[in-house]
């Protein structure tokens, strides 16, 4: 059962223009999303978060969406930079019994072209 | 200040072998979670450790896989008989105590069985 969902998984845009990476989520209890971005032989790192209290956050280049009653999230860059060709995770802490769990989607590839 | 390092960051055994894979967290990180990326695949959820709670092991995939963390600070990842679908990068983060807190990954481990 994918609780996060990330349809595209890959996306090409130019340089200058606006990406768009877009998150599905099912479950009605996630209250916090984040957002890592990954290059190749390196661990994710965190990028931008939202609550659920929020529909929207934005930091620089960087604006996340949140939609509660779509159950949908997307990470909007603009304008888009080579530099930002990475992979990008969106991701939710899930609380159990005193514990977090971190559910990812499946991550979608981003490619700016020059 | 230095960040979550992991090691090997490349492991090549045979199958059937027994293999460790090492995280060291960030000091004064409370939380550790260990997580594998398989090919195409996004990130799975493994095993996490808080202070001194009992880890909470639900992903683990199979008995075969189990995880220590001594004394609060470094973890290690145990594979036993290690089988061809284990090839995978394994993933290591820490945070500072849990929770919603943004995670700080290891450059990951890339594990290949033959």
């Known amino acids: 059962d994918q609780q996060v969902k990330q349809n595209s998984p890959s996306l090409s845009v130019q340089e200058g223009r606006i990406s768009i990476l877009n998150c599905d989520y099912t479950?009605?209890?996630?209250?916090?999303f984040l957002w890592y971005k990954k290059y190749p032989a390196e661990g994710p790192t965190f990028l931008i978060s939202?609550?659920?209290?929020?529909d929207k956050n934005e930091d620089g280049r960087f604006t996340v969406f949140l939609n509660k009653s779509a159950k949908h999230l997307s990470l909007h860059i603009v304008p888009s930079q080579p530099g930002d060709s990475a992979v990008y995770f969106c991701?939710?802490?899930?609380?159990?019994?005193?514990?977090?769990?971190?559910?990812f989607g499946t991550g979608t590839r981003l490619k700016v072209l020059a | 200040g230095a960040g979550v390092s992991q090691s090997p960051s490349n492991k090549v055994t045979e199958k059937g072998k027994d293999v460790e894979l090492r995280c060291d967290p960030i000091?004064?990180?409370?939380?550790l979670y260990w997580y594998r990326q398989s090919l195409g695949q996004g990130l799975e959820f493994l095993i996490y450790?808080?202070?001194?709670?009992?880890?909470?092991k639900s992903g683990l995939p199979s008995d075969r896989f189990s995880a220590e963390r001594t004394g609060g600070s470094v973890s290690t990842l145990t594979i036993q008989r290690t089988q061809q679908e284990d090839s995978a990068v394994y993933l290591c983060?820490?945070?500072?105590?849990?929770?919603?807190?943004?995670?700080?990954f290891g450059p990951g481990t890339r594990l290949t069985v033959l």
């Open positions: 983060a820490s945070s500072f105590r849990g929770g919603g807190n943004e995670q700080f």
């Open positions: 479950n009605s209890m996630f209250d916090y």
């Open positions: 939202i609550s659920s209290i929020k």
């Open positions: 991701a939710a802490p899930v609380k159990g019994s005193g514990t977090y769990k971190y559910i």
């Open positions: 000091s004064g990180h409370t939380a």
């Open positions: 450790f808080q202070g001194n709670s009992a880890p909470d």
